[in-house]
């Protein structure tokens, strides 16, 4: 997949370099381009902001720069571009896994107080990543880049493992352990450690629902549940509200 990332600061994209996303691009899975758009200015203080029109706080990024480093991208009618804003749709684990089936991906980081509206028109997806702000869409961008990243076939060591993170299957991920066995006082589950690998699923489809009831119980309202894990719900319900 091939990533480019427009920002007026690329030096803050260093982590993507480490770990399974440096792994990743060094095996060619992963090309990631980062494009200073205060390189394309056309005017002599190489300034990439101004005022808004009819007046209000703060400094908008103008539509020139970023047209410009735009066009010099390579040709790609089919590109995706995402536009970091806060008014966007919100960034989740489906829209991870649309992007992560495209070839090219292009970011639009902003900063100040925002864009000059015509920088929308470059744009295929506006996204947030929640109802918040931060000084600038670089830290938004990488956790998006993380996440679409890590779906890559072979960027992850285990296929297994997107697929059975939370999320990926509208539930949080059940609860996992690792040695020793018995740890402060706490043991691993007696089920996880017999070798049934049928009690094991069944054991891990609960807790799963059992998680994403007590932490996130929204996540339950648009899920077509299996007859069994329907009863289990029902099953975690009656001893939630006993």
């Known amino acids: 997949m ?4 427009l920002t007026l600061f690329p030096e803050m994209f260093t982590p993507l370099s480490t770990s399974l ?10 090309d990631i381009n ?3 758009f205060r390189d394309y200015t056309e005017n002599k203080h190489n300034s990439v902001d101004d005022t808004p029109y009819g007046g209000g706080a703060g400094m ?13 991208l390579d040709e790609n009618p089919k590109r995706r571009v995402v536009l970091l804003d806060p008014a966007g749709q919100t960034f989740d684990q489906r ?10 991906v292009t970011f639009i980081c902003g900063h100040y107080e925002g864009y ?4 929308y028109d470059l744009a295929t997806d506006i996204v947030s990543i929640g109802d918040f702000v931060v000084t600038g869409g670089e830290l938004g961008a990488m956790v998006m880049i993380d996440a679409i990243s890590r779906l890559i076939p072979g960027v992850l060591g285990n296929k297994a493992s997107a697929a059975s993170d939370s999320f990926s299957a509208g539930l949080l991920e ?3 352990y690792t040695r020793p066995v018995s740890f402060a006082g706490k043991e691993v589950p007696e089920v996880l450690r017999n070798g049934n690998h049928e009690k094991i699923r069944q054991w891990r489809l ?8 007590l932490n996130r119980p929204e996540l339950l309202d648009d899920l077509e549940l299996s007859d069994e894990a329907q009863k289990m719900l029902r099953e975690i319900k009656n001893i939630q509200n006993c």
Do not use: C, F, S, W
Not at 206 to 213: L, S
């Open 34 to 36: 980062l494009v200073n």
């Open 174 to 176: 059940y609860p996992q």
């Open 206 to 213: 609960y807790e799963a629902i059992k998680r994403t009831y």
């Open 2 to 5: 091939k990533i480019n990332v």
């Open 21 to 30: 996303l440096g792994k990743a691009q060094d095996k060619g899975l992963l």
């Open 95 to 104: 829209m991870a896994e649309d992007l992560a089936q495209e070839d090219d």
């Open 60 to 72: 908008l990024l103008m539509p020139q720069p970023i047209y410009k480093a735009m066009a010099a």
């Open 116 to 119: 000059d509206h015509r920088i």
